[in-house]
């Protein structure tokens, strides 16, 4: 059976910001810190489509650096580096992930 380190609660097994509630026990891996089975395998799939969807946006980036803010869609108002950033910080991307991705845009000045 596949298990992971709970992205919820990053393995700590409780949320601090919970604490007024169940003291703070994790309900997505029921406080034991780790995701098994199904739910594991969703975490993991999931995880590598956001690592394969910002490594898109970085190559592209690297690759063509007006890339950024080339593409823009006046009904949202949103640019390539809008549309980039927005999905770094949105909660699909796993935290890990949004660290190094928002330090490997900064390089790009974005």
């Known amino acids: ?33 780790v995701v098994t089975g199904a739910k594991a395998e969703k975490i993991v799939a999931d995880r590598k489509a956001a690592i394969e969807r910002v490594a898109g946006y970085l190559a592209q980036a690297k690759a063509n650096p007006e890339w950024l803010g080339a593409w823009f869609d006046e009904s949202s108002g949103r640019t390539n580096a809008d549309v980039t950033r927005g999905f770094i910080l949105s909660p699909r991307c796993p935290t890990d992930v949004r660290v190094r991705a928002l330090a490997a ?5 974005v």
Not at 12 to 24: A, M, P, R, T, V
Not at 105 to 109: E, I, P, Q, R, V
């Open 1 to 33: 059976m596949k298990t992971t380190h709970c992205p919820k609660c990053s393995g700590n097994k409780n949320l601090d910001c919970f604490s007024h509630i169940e003291n703070g026990r994790c309900f997505l891996c029921s406080g034991t810190g």
């Open 105 to 109: 845009l900064a390089s790009f000045g």
